[in-house]
């Protein structure tokens, strides 16, 4: 009885296992405004920064809203990374890589090499910024009309820099993103013996 109890709950989580906007402001069915230029050659760099809630999350992935056609020399190449800091992004932590071709115009998804935990109670900033000495640029788009960023994190604003990384300067053009979280794997087990411990005492 127990095995089957055991195999309940883990088929359970499981199934609430799935994935969660954390925070953004991208609306899949809105108009979109061109935004912020971003190229390499010139170190061009933008990020926006959240703060955890109480609870440790994984990193799925970082949706941003792009446009590499359209910039006055198309065909930029656009590295995103999460960083660090309280008040401005001051040290990298993880480096994300673009799912596809850095071409085209729409939501890109960019994800980490390996499992990336945004910890409760901490500041964590997305950056963008283009390959170093590449000419061509890309855009970060915003949405029309501009969308505040909301969510289970609490948003802290915009940095950009127009000529270093990391970006210092606030910034009030609101760039489309949104960052992905599914449960960290301690958080699952500590809720799987919850389900196990109030079954139990049904059963008493």
Known sequence: MKTILCAAVITALAGTAGADPLIGN?????????????????GRSKAVGFTMGAQSLDLLNVQLR?????????????????????????????????????????????????????DANTTYWVMVNGAPGNTAGFYWNVETPATTPTGDAAFVGYRFSASVTPPTASSSVFNAFQVNVVPAPGAMALLGLGGLAAARRRRA
């Open 66 to 118: 792009l446009d590499f056609d359209t910039a006055p020399t198309p065909g930029g190449i656009a590295q995103v990374a999460i960083w660090g800091g309280a008040s401005n992004p001051t040290s990298l932590l993880t480096t994300l890589s673009i799912v596809g071709p850095n071409a085209g115009v729409g939501i890109f998804d960019f994800v980490a090499g390996s499992t990336f935990t945004l």
């Open 26 to 42: 991208i609306n899949a069915g809105a108009t979109t405004g061109l935004g912020t230029i971003i190229t390499g050659s010139e």
